[in-house]
């Protein structure tokens, strides 16, 4: 588990970092907006910033934005499982079954997952708090909609990259 941490930690050094820069000044433009954005604030702005996938009309910037939050943990979690397979392929080798490294993968990145999802809901809190009721059930829904997607992600990794590699 020590060892997935590093990976997790020499990764965002190298070019994690980048996408994250990216996707908080998106994300802090976004804020701006719907700051100087007239317009009434409701539990529609919530979701929108949280990245939260509605039944109504988006407009093309909320589209680009959850495309850009969907795309970047997609991103994200392909070069951490991909990390080994690049730099140490004889590691792989000498190491335990595929499927625990792949546990131990999964957990580090669920719970990077988590913090960062928390910390975007902090952030919305914090300059929206006067204006929108935060409901617990938004960031529940916002928690399991990204884990959603990373399991999606991580069971095309298994079943298609990975398989052809064995």
């Known amino acids: 588990m020590r060892y997935q941490l590093l990976i997790a930690k020499y990764l965002f050094k190298q070019k994690i970092y980048k996408v994250v820069i990216f996707l908080f000044s998106f994300f802090f433009l976004l804020i701006l907006i719907e700051f100087l954005n007239p317009r009434d604030t409701e539990q ?3 979701c929108f910033l949280l990245g939260i996938i509605s039944d109504e009309e988006a407009s093309f910037l909320e589209t680009l934005w959850i ?20 730099h140490s392929p004889e590691f792989m080798l000498l190491r335990t ?14 719970l990077i997952l988590l913090i960062f999802r928390l910390i975007l809901f ?40 990975r398989k052809r590699k064995l």
């Open 44 to 46: 529609d702005t919530l």
């Open 67 to 86: 495309a850009f939050q969907i795309v970047s943990v997609i991103y994200i979690l392909y070069s951490y499982l991909m990390y080994e397979e690049d």
């Open 97 to 110: 079954n595929f499927f625990f490294v792949l546990k131990n993968k999964t957990i580090i990145f669920l």
């Open 122 to 161: 902090l952030i919305v809190m914090v300059f929206f708090n006067k204006y929108i009721y935060f409901s617990p059930l938004v960031f529940v829904v916002n928690i399991i909609m990204y884990m959603f997607i990373a399991f999606i992600a991580l069971l095309c990794y298994v079943i298609f990259i």
